[in-house]
């Protein structure tokens, strides 16, 4: 059974980094793409950015340029590093894996694991 489990969540002040990760076991990391989605109270859960096994990446547009989305293939990991952080980046942010054939996909109906979310909140 596939499971992701993500860390690195906190608070932080407008303008600071964080980096979220996300662990992957029970399969073979090179089946899956990557994403992560976000969910502000709310709202719906949203793209933020995918990656590829051979490291295509795609972003969503209100984070094009303040994150980078990465994975380490040898530890079966994947993480969101998050620059110039805003208030409305706050929310709970979730790892999921797609099937690899999709690419890096950016509709959450093509992933089908998720890890459980871990929460950001940045603070103006």
């Known amino acids: 059974q596939v499971q992701l489990v993500e860390s690195g969540g906190g608070l932080v002040q407008a303008g600071g980094s964080l980096r979220v990760s996300c662990a992957v076991s029970?399969?073979?990391?090179?089946?899956?793409?990557m994403g992560w989605f976000r969910q502000a109270p709310g709202k719906e859960r949203e793209f933020v950015a995918a990656?590829?096994?051979?490291?295509?990446?795609n972003y969503a547009d209100s984070v094009k340029g303040r994150f980078t989305i990465s994975r380490d293939n040898a530890l079966k990991s994947v993480h969101l590093r998050m620059n110039s952080l805003k208030p409305e980046d706050t929310a709970v942010y979730y790892c999921?894996?797609?099937?690899?054939?999709?690419?890096?996909?950016?509709?959450?109906?093509?992933?089908?694991?998720w890890g459980q979310g871990t929460q950001v909140t940045v603070s103006s």
């Open positions: 990656i590829t096994w051979t490291g295509n990446t």
């Open positions: 029970g399969s073979t990391f090179s089946n899956f793409a």
């Open positions: 999921a894996a797609a099937q690899s054939a999709f690419g890096a996909t950016i509709t959450r109906g093509n992933y089908a694991y």
